[in-house]
């Protein structure tokens, strides 16, 4: 294919390769969805804590900075070990046999059922967990909390300086939100789109054309002044092919004779005449 295609022709390519692209936009799609619920399917557990601290004597930008030092501090060494020993260790009904294998092997999964997010220099962090029982993503949820708020002086050198508070309470939800199919289609539709446009300028040929299925043409005759289907037409049939039975030269000729009306009447003479 030429190189130098011009974009307006590149925009009749797209018109004439419609059936390609919902083909390759459709299977992208499907693929995405079924790659997607290779997952289990998880509900998550959202909550918010705020850190507060003494601030007495401490100018506005040294404040806000160290609250931005701690959310990170915090939102860090809710993944680590120590703090995965303490949640399970608290007084929340934690079903402990989800985290199986190694040590090792629990904390990887440890890491995919807690995320974390700070906002900025305001000391909030927004916690997730997601687990495949609603229930337990609120009881990890709320013994995640509970550390924070009792345990947090672990992991730094405040002490009683430095305190976290619960702004929102674990709210779970309805249904699983992991794996996000809405966001997963998205994405596996505009990929799907972006890959048919790229194979419709690599391969414009017809004979590179891909339908999920083909329609079959209808041919069409010309019969008595309109169109009909080739199927539908049938020639007109002599009369003696519909009954079945042969004329005989006699009944030929009887049918080629004059009427009684038609034949003249009269003498001989008349008739001669005639």
Sequence with gaps: MDNNM??????KLIKTKSGTIFTLVFITVI???ALSLLNPLKYGATSG???VQNTAGSDPYTVSKSNEYLGNLFSRVVYSASF??????SPYNIDKNYFTGTYNQQLKAWEKTVKTKTFGDTGIIEINVYHQNPYQAQQISLAINEVLI???????GSGQAIKVNVIDQPLVSTYPVKPNLPRNIALGF?????LSLVYIYIFPEERHDLKLWTTRKKRKVKALGKAVKIEDYQPEKNPTEETGIEETPA???EMDLPSEEERPSGDMDNILKF
Excluded: K, P
Excluded at 84 to 89: C, E, H, I, K, R
């Design 49 to 51: 804590v705020l850190v």
């Design 150 to 156: 009792n345990n947090n002086a672990y992991y730094q």
């Design 190 to 194: 505009i990929g799907g789109l972006f």
């Design 251 to 253: 009944e030929q000729n």
């Design 6 to 11: 011009e974009f307006s022709d590149f925009l």
């Design 31 to 33: 693929l995405t969805i």
């Design 84 to 89: 995965y020993d303490f949640v399970l260790n």
